[in-house]
């Protein structure tokens, strides 16, 4: 028997007349008499009296060794555990498939340098002057961690600025604003798509098996407009903090489009792709069905081989899978539901709990993986939704974009995601300057997401 089940022993008074918990007789005349882990017997029993917390009843099957169960609303009461397929099966979720089409694509752009030539065609018109500079490869770095993996992405940009922090005196500290500006914007750009970030794709599995539904294109609609504000506030707080000391850059454009038959291929597949994406919303193709297309025609038309699939980041679908099972599991058991139940969520009003779950997203997410993060907050708004407490104004679609946007906005640490561990391992960037800029748009972007939590989100999502 499980010792967690409320049970009590019947109290024998007389031949076949006990005394039991009034919190045990159910509607229907019977009690439950606890039997192995989790598994309940009825039992009829005849009402006597009736003394408080009590009652006297008559039956000819109970028995002294009974344990009557108390609770019969108790969560462990005839509970069954998941399948182990139920947890397996998340492998094959249609986020993991999202994501997997995401890595295909992004690691056939670093095989053949459409990551690298797109960098150079796009930042290209914005100059030579150190601040359009800055502002280009943000909006580059962010535009391609919007499709790709945003530690790829810093990883890749992080090279594009090298030459150019080189072409600076050793004193001067606009180098600091330049190397922080790679994971700062490959962080805040992936918010932009389902697909630019972990924990994007956990809350909307996590809502989606609420029956809410996020398009492809509406979550661009939701994220983009504050991605280009959090650039723009970090591009305006970078060039005030590390302001720059030369008036120009001489940078080296120079490069060569790859027009193998396979390159073009590449083009051809990430161009449908992206276009098929974005356009969710008139062919009515879930995105992660148009996700199969680079898984096949990438393998298919031999674009990738043996070697560049084993490269792809399979611990972070695992990863993924591993955190879309520990949702069920929580909310199978009742851990999300007791998790809750020490707090008066009712009396916090829903403005002051969209305020309490950004910071705890971003603190957690400034020492945890944004993605274990997201795992493990994602049940409890699920369960506050389910359990009514919050009433009827509580919006289980916008407390779970609150969580995604939060999470990927802690930046302050190092350790706190991998684009920032990449740049902090040129050597270039100090831990107090990281810290600064992390706290400073940590700080603005909850003040930022609880503007778009009460004016902008509820427009777009009803």
């Not at 974005?278 to 025609?297: C, D, K, R, Y």
């Not at 369960?383 to 916008?398: A, C, K, P, R, Y």
């Amino acid at each position: 028997m499980d010792a967690e089940l409320p049970v009590s022993e019947p109290v024998a008074l007389e031949d076949e007349t006990w005394q039991i918990p009034a919190s045990a007789l159910q509607e229907d005349g019977t009690v439950l008499v606890a039997k192995e882990p989790g598994e309940t017997e009825s039992v009829r029993v005849n009402v006597i009296d009736r003394n408080g917390q009590h009652v006297i009843v008559q039956s000819d099957e109970l028995s002294r060794d009974h344990e009557i169960v108390t609770d019969p609303g108790h969560r462990l009461v005839d509970y069954e555990p998941n399948s182990y397929t139920d947890y397996i099966g998340t492998l094959a979720n249609p986020i993991i498939i999202l994501f997997l089409g995401g890595f295909m694509l992004a690691r056939a752009s670093v095989k053949y340098n459409l990551d690298k030539n797109l960098t150079r065609y796009l930042l290209g018109p914005f100059g030579t002057r150190p601040r359009f500079i800055v502002l280009g490869l943000m909006l580059v770095t962010a535009a391609l961690s919007a499709f790709m993996s945003n530690t790829a992405t810093a990883a890749m940009m992080v090279t594009v600025i090298l030459p150019i922090i080189a072409q600076l005196p050793p004193e001067d500290r606009f180098k600091f604003g330049l190397a922080l500006s790679i994971p700062i914007a490959a962080n805040v750009g992936g918010i932009t798509t389902p697909i630019g970030t972990p924990p994007n794709a956990i809350v909307i599995a996590a809502l989606s098996d609420y029956g809410i539904d996020i398009s492809f294109t509406d979550w661009i609609i939701v994220a983009a407009p504050l991605v280009v504000v959090m650039l723009v506030i970090a591009w305006f707080l970078l060039l005030t903090l590390f302001p720059p000391s030369v008036e120009r850059f001489n940078l080296d454009m120079k490069g060569k489009l790859n027009v193998s038959p396979k390159a073009i291929g590449l083009y051809v597949i990430f161009g449908a792709t992206v276009l098929l994406w974005i356009t969710e919303n008139q062919h009515g193709i879930p995105s992660s069905m148009v996700a199969f297309l680079p898984v096949a025609a990438l393998v298919t038309g031999r674009i990738l081989n043996k070697e560049d699939i084993q490269k792809l980041p399979w611990e972070v679908l695992w990863l993924m899978a591993g955190g879309i099972s520990l949702g069920i599991g929580m909310d199978k058991t009742g851990l999300a539901v007791w998790m809750i139940s020490g707090f008066d969520w009712g009396a916090m009003g829903y403005i002051t709990l969209i305020i309490a779950f950004s910071v705890v997203a971003i603190a957690m997410s400034n020492f945890l993986s944004n993605t274990v993060t997201a795992t493990l907050l994602m049940p409890l708004v699920i369960s506050l939704h389910t359990s009514g407490v919050m009433g009827e104004d509580f919006n289980l679609l916008i407390t779970g974009i609150v969580i995604a946007v939060a999470c990927s906005l802690a930046m302050a640490l190092p350790i706190s995601t991998p684009p920032n561990a990449i740049a902090m391992s040129t050597g270039i960037i100090r831990t107090k300057d990281m810290a600064k800029m992390g706290v400073i748009i940590g700080v603005i972007g909850l003040l930022i997401i609880l503007a778009y939590a009460v004016f902008y989100w509820p427009l777009v999502t009803n």
